[in-house]
């Protein structure tokens, strides 16, 4: 199937470097709320990169659930295949795709486990069927049948009944601490706006006008 005619043009206002806050997450987050805003769909939703030890990568998407000046989280089942990457290879990327708003913002850094405490806290606020598919889960491994998945889940509602689901040991957290985050917009004839922030020795955010 050839899809070359398929295409179309970027209209929206450019950014210029003197629109940018001088710190990453808090352009992060004005355009977050932007994305929120105007009602696109799961704005919270990332592509997230692995590798494993031999460079193997793996790409699904996943969604955040906090971030600050500190880094970006997300939550996953630690035996997982992401989990599984993680462990051997903490280089990461991640990619928000807002495509109606013309915009993606791109950040690479490393992963790391963020406290059990933080995790439980996390845990406990999530509705009670997404703890109960957290807790039954072995995120990644082949399963024979939806119904043995739907036995496992109707297993434990029995088993839990009038409990509090406990957090599975597998199952946390992990903080995306970046080195670099490119916010990119689309402009006309492919001439995009695309800012670079990277991070220097000394911890502080430099930015930098990237070819389109």
């Not at 069927?129 to 939806?146: E, K, M, N, T």
């Amino acid at each position: 199937m050839d899809l070359s005619d398929i295409r179309r043009e970027y209209i929206t206002k450019g950014i210029m470097r003197n629109d940018l806050a001088s710190c990453p997450f808090e352009q992060f987050e004005l355009w977050f709320n932007q994305a929120q805003d105007s009602e696109l769909g799961d704005p919270s939703a990332f592509s997230l990169a692995t590798a494993s030890a031999s460079g193997q990568p793996t790409l699904r998407t996943v969604l955040l659930k906090y971030f600050d000046a500190s880094g970006f989280v997300f939550f996953t089942n630690y035996n997982s295949q992401k989990g599984n990457q993680l462990s051997e290879n903490a280089q990461v990327a991640m990619l928000f795709p807002w495509l109606p708003l013309e915009r993606q913002i791109k950040i690479t850094g490393s992963a790391e486990k963020i406290s059990t405490a933080q995790s439980a806290k996390y845990f406990a606020s999530r509705p009670r069927g997404s703890q109960l598919g957290a807790w039954i889960s072995a995120q990644s491994d082949a399963l024979q049948s939806r119904k043995i998945l739907e036995d496992k889940f109707a297993r434990a509602l029995k088993k839990l009944a009038g409990k509090e689901v406990p957090m599975p040991n597998s199952w946390g957290g992990y903080k995306v601490v970046p080195t670099s985050i490119e916010f990119w917009q689309g402009r006309e004839n492919r001439l995009h706006d695309r800012f670079r922030y990277d991070i220097n020795e000394s911890g502080d955010w430099g930015i930098t006008r990237l070819e389109p």
